[in-house]
Nanobody
Framework: QVQLVESGGGLVQAGGSLRLSCAAS????????MGWYRQAPGKQRELVAA???????NYADSVKGRFTISRDNAKNTVYLQMDSLKPEDTAVYYC??????????????WGQGTQVTVSS
């Protein structure tokens, strides 16, 4: 089994910054794509940013130029640096990872979520 543990959420004023971290542990052979999703009250979960094992990245249009995703493969950790935060960024942020086992099968895992609140 694999666990994803997130940290770094909190309350920040508009224009401020936060850095989210997500560490994978357990039976991790290799991690493929990692990403961050968010879900605001009354809205569907949406992709914020993702990064492949080859460090290719993609971002939601709403966060381009403000958020940066990165990963440390040695630590099985993905980060989301969030700058110039806006009240509309307020949501629960979820870490997501596709993990391969030794047989090459890929499984999707989710973190428990971390609250990000941006005050105006």
């Amino acid at each position: 089994q694999v666990q994803l543990v997130e940290s770094g959420g909190g309350l920040v004023q508009a224009g401020g910054s936060l850095r989210l971290s997500c560490a994978a542990s357990g039976r991790v052979f290799s991690i493929n794509r990692m990403g961050w999703y968010r879900q605001a009250p009354g809205k569907q979960r949406e992709l914020v940013a993702a990064i492949t094992s080859g460090d290719s990245t993609n971002y939601a249009d709403s966060v381009k130029g403000r958020f940066t995703i990165s990963r440390d493969n040695a630590k099985n950790t993905v980060y989301l640096q969030m700058d110039s935060l806006k009240p509309e960024d307020t949501a629960v942020y979820y870490c997501n990872a596709w993990v391969s086992n030794k047989l090459g099968y890929k499984y999707e895992y989710w973190g428990q979520g971390t609250q990000v609140t941006v005050s105006s």
